[in-house]
Nanobody
Framework: QVQLVESGGGLVQAGGSLRLSCAAS????????MGWFRQAPGKAPTLVAA????????YYSDSVEDRATISKDSAKTTVYLQINSLKPGDSGVYSC????????????????WGQGTQVTVAS
């Protein structure tokens, strides 16, 4: 059974940084894409960043491209998302998701989801 468990969220002041972690288990994630989605209240989840497990190819949304780094630790089967210079607009529930194949920006393309972790950026 695949499990994705996020951690690292919380309340952060604008301009600060945080690192989210997604611990994955239940299968090997070779040939999978791992994504971080953000969902604000009343809005659909949007892809913030993603990484291909095998190739290391990454994707960043325009909103975080110069401020975020997604990475993985294969030994720990964990994906990280570091975001610097946080803005109030970065607030939301951040969820880790996995899909077999290439990176997709569509949330419904992902097969597995974590429970999410709340990030609140105070101005």
């Amino acid at each position: 059974q695949v499990q994705l468990v996020e951690s690292g969220g919380g309340l952060v002041q604008a301009g600060g940084s945080l690192r989210l972690s997604c611990a994955a288990s239940g299968r090997t994630f070779s040939s999978y894409a791992m994504g971080w989605f953000r969902q604000a209240p009343g809005k659909a989840p949007t892809l913030v960043a993603a990484i291909n497990w095998d190739t290391g190819t990454t994707y960043y949304s325009d909103s975080v491209e110069d401020r975020a780094t997604i990475s993985k630790d294969s030994a720990k089967t964990t994906v990280y998302l570091q975001i610097n210079s946080l803005k109030p607009g970065d607030s939301g529930v951040y969820s880790c998701a996995a899909r077999r194949g290439y990176i997709s920006v569509k949330s419904d393309a992902y097969d597995y989801w974590g429970q999410g972790t709340q990030v609140t950026v105070a101005s």
